[in-house]
């Protein structure tokens, strides 16, 4: 991990991939319901269900995914999506997946940074890009047409509240301009000491001009000021070598995997 400074929790890559397994995001399918099944979390939607977390007794992984599936056919479901990565399925071997005939559909990157008070100022922001974090009505609408405009839907954290439950406190969302134009916004959740980034987007006209930038510097300045000292990010292939140009370092994989169900796992 990169040294910025004097932390109170030893952030080792095994501490890391530990607050990564605790985390369910609250970016969840638009329309999609959340359930809890015999200790199984999952997003339903049409006829996919999305395994987010196994919270039941110790088991062996392949076994955790054939009741994952059996749970999911009983609710109607023809495929589930189960990640791979730190967690009770870290341990699931390739030739487990080849014999339940997964498919992988993105392979994203747990990246993460020690943080500080002064972290964020080591990152250049072009002086026409400005970050605001949103605390009244108005921001929080401009949060939500950028996010709608970037994602091609509403931001669950708006829309679905209680989908950011398991975060210990109020999220913190930014909005950013550049030239005095709107061009982006991200957001992160506060765990106690983590700062679990997520969301951020930067409209078309506006990339690479330091937008996606700022909003990381000015997430992890206000993280700081409430005393996270880790900032932790599930980033896409697309967005995980900027992260990493910025200080940021890769400790492992979450892999998604689509699986059909009616399966025979033996």
Same mark, same amino acid.
């Given at each position: 991990?990169?040294?910025?400074?004097?932390?109170?929790?030893?952030?080792?890559?095994?501490?890391?991939?530990?607050?990564?397994?605790?985390?369910?995001?609250?970016?969840?399918?638009?329309?999609?319901?959340?359930?809890?099944?015999?200790?199984?979390?999952?997003?339903?939607?049409?006829?996919?269900?999305?395994?987010?977390?196994?919270?039941?007794?110790?088991?062996?992984?392949?076994?955790?995914?054939?009741?994952?599936?059996?749970? *999911? !056919?009983?609710? %109607? &479901?023809?495929?589930?999506?189960?990640?791979?990565? +730190?967690?009770? =399925?870290?341990?699931? $071997?390739? /030739?487990?997946?080849?014999?339940?005939?997964?498919?992988?559909?993105?392979?994203?990157?747990?990246?993460? *940074? !020690?943080?500080? %008070? &002064?972290?964020?100022?080591?990152?250049?922001?072009? +002086?026409?890009? =400005?970050?605001?974090? $949103?605390? /009244?009505?108005?921001?929080?609408?401009?949060?939500?047409?950028?996010?709608?405009?970037?994602?091609?839907? *509403?931001?669950?954290?708006?829309?679905?509240?209680?989908?950011?439950?398991?975060?210990?406190?109020?999220?913190?969302?930014?909005?950013?301009?550049?030239?005095?134009?709107?061009?982006?916004?991200?957001?992160?959740?506060?765990?106690?000491?983590? *700062?679990?980034?997520?969301?951020?987007?930067?409209?078309?006209?506006?990339?690479?001009?330091?937008?996606?930038?700022?909003?990381?510097?000015?997430?992890?300045?206000?993280?700081?000021?409430?005393?996270?000292?880790?900032?932790?990010?599930?980033?896409?292939?697309?967005?995980?070598?900027?992260?990493?140009?910025?200080?940021?370092?890769?400790?492992?994989?979450?892999?998604?995997?689509?699986?059909?169900?009616?399966?025979?796992?033996?």
């Amino acid at each position: 991990m990169s040294d910025a400074g004097e932390t109170r929790v030893d952030w080792s890559s095994e501490s890391v991939l530990r607050e990564s397994a605790r985390w369910r995001s609250s970016w969840h399918p638009p329309g999609s319901r959340y359930v809890v099944v015999d200790g199984f979390e999952f997003y339903e939607q049409d006829g996919e269900a999305i395994l987010l977390n196994y919270l039941g007794p110790s088991a062996e992984p392949r076994a955790i995914v054939g009741q994952a599936l059996a749970i *999911a !056919e009983e609710r %109607g &479901a023809h495929c589930a999506l189960v990640t791979i990565g +730190p967690g009770p =399925l870290a341990g699931l $071997a390739m /030739d487990d997946l080849v014999a339940l005939r997964a498919e992988t559909v993105a392979v994203i990157d747990v990246v993460a *940074a !020690e943080i500080s %008070g &002064a972290g964020s100022s080591r990152i250049s922001v072009p +002086p026409e890009v =400005l970050s605001r974090k $949103a605390i /009244d009505d108005a921001g929080l609408a401009e949060f939500d047409r950028i996010s709608r405009l970037a994602w091609g839907f *509403a931001p669950p954290v708006l829309q679905d509240p209680a989908s950011a439950k398991d975060d210990d406190e109020e999220p913190g969302m930014f909005v950013a301009t550049c030239s005095g134009a709107p061009a982006g916004a991200g957001g992160y959740s506060l765990a106690g000491e983590v *700062a679990r980034m997520w969301g951020a987007a930067v409209l078309p006209d506006f990339r690479r001009r330091g937008v996606y930038r700022g909003l990381i510097a000015a997430r992890l300045r206000d993280a700081a000021e409430r005393g996270a000292t880790l900032a932790l990010v599930h980033a896409e292939q697309t967005s995980s070598p900027i992260l990493q140009g910025l200080g940021f370092s890769k400790v492992g994989e979450r892999r998604r995997v689509r699986i059909a169900t009616g399966q025979a796992v033996r």
